[in-house]
T-cell receptor, first 112, second 115 residues
C-alpha cells in the first residue's frame, strides 16, 4: 500500500472546525483514501473513506484534491470527544483482502 | 450490542505460559483480523481470515496460532509467551473487502502483559 504523510500533532479549540491534512503523493488510481481514529484506550474507529469525490457522513467530511495527491479530513465542530489519533490510510482497490497499514497518524488535542 | 467483542480485556501472565484471546463479531461480516499494537503505538496486521479460511499471515512467529471455528469467531492462541509479546491485540472485522470500499470495525482490545 502507498505511503501517507501526516503531521504528528494538531490542536483545536472546542466547537471550532478542524482540518486534518494528509499527503499521499504516490497514490495510484485504484487507491481508496480511508480515515480511522483511535481514542485513548480504545480500538481504531472507522471515520470515512473516498476515492475521487468529496464525501460527507455524520462524523466528518473528506475533501480530496483534484490530483488526489492529498486529502483533508474535516471535523466541522470539534468536541472534547474528538481528541484522538487520526490515521490516513490508502487501500488498494485492486487488492483482494484487507490489510490496513497504519502510520503514526496525527494526535489531535481539543481544548475546552 | 457490542459489534466486535474481545475477551479478556486484560491479561497478565508469566513467560512461558500459553494463553488465548477470543473474538466474536455479530455484524455478519465475512472477514476477521488480528492486529497488534506495540508499546510505540504502531498498529500492525497479524492475520486475516475470510469465512474460516486463513488469508493473511504477516510474518508472525508460529507460536501464534489463530483459529476460526466459524465466520463470527476468530481466536488467537499464543504458546510459550515471551516478554516481547506484551502489547494490545485488536480484533477487527469487515465485509469481504474486494476493493477497499468498506470500513473495518475494531474491538476494544486485549492488553496482554507478560512478566
Amino acid at each position: 500500500d502507498a505511503k501517507t504523510t501526516q503531521p504528528n500533532s494538531m490542536e483545536s479549540n472546542e466547537e471550532e472546525p478542524v482540518h486534518l491534512p494528509c499527503n499521499h503523493s504516490t497514490i495510484s488510481g485504484t487507491d481508496y483514501i480511508h480515515w480511522y481514529r483511535q481514542l485513548p484506550s480504545q480500538g481504531p474507529e472507522y471515520v470515512i473513506h473516498g476515492l475521487t469525490s468529496n464525501v460527507n457522513n455524520r462524523m466528518a467530511s473528506l475533501a480530496i484534491a483534484e490530483d488526489r495527491k492529498s486529502s483533508t479530513l474535516i471535523l466541522h465542530r470539534a468536541t472534547l470527544r474528538d481528541a484522538a489519533v487520526y490515521y490516513c490510510i490508502l487501500r488498494d482497490r485492486g487488492s483482494t483482502l484487507g490489510r490496513l497499514y497504519f502510520g503514526r497518524g496525527t494526535q489531535l488535542t481539543v481544548w475546552p | 450490542d457490542t459489534a466486535v467483542s474481545q475477551t479478556p480485556k486484560y491479561l497478565v501472565t508469566q513467560m512461558g505460559n500459553d494463553k488465548s484471546i477470543k473474538c466474536e463479531q455479530n455484524l455478519g461480516h465475512d472477514t476477521m483480523y488480528w492486529y497488534k499494537q506495540d508499546s510505540k503505538k504502531f498498529l500492525k496486521i497479524m492475520f486475516s481470515y475470510n469465512n474460516k479460511e486463513l488469508i493473511i499471515n504477516e510474518t508472525v512467529p508460529n507460536r501464534f496460532s489463530p483459529k476460526s471455528p466459524d465466520k463470527a469467531h476468530l481466536n488467537l492462541h499464543i504458546n510459550s509467551l515471551e516478554l516481547g509479546d506484551s502489547a494490545v491485540y485488536f480484533c477487527a472485522s469487515s465485509p469481504l473487502d474486494v476493493g477497499g470500499n468498506y470500513g473495518y470495525t475494531f474491538g476494544s482490545g486485549t492488553r496482554l502483559t507478560v512478566v
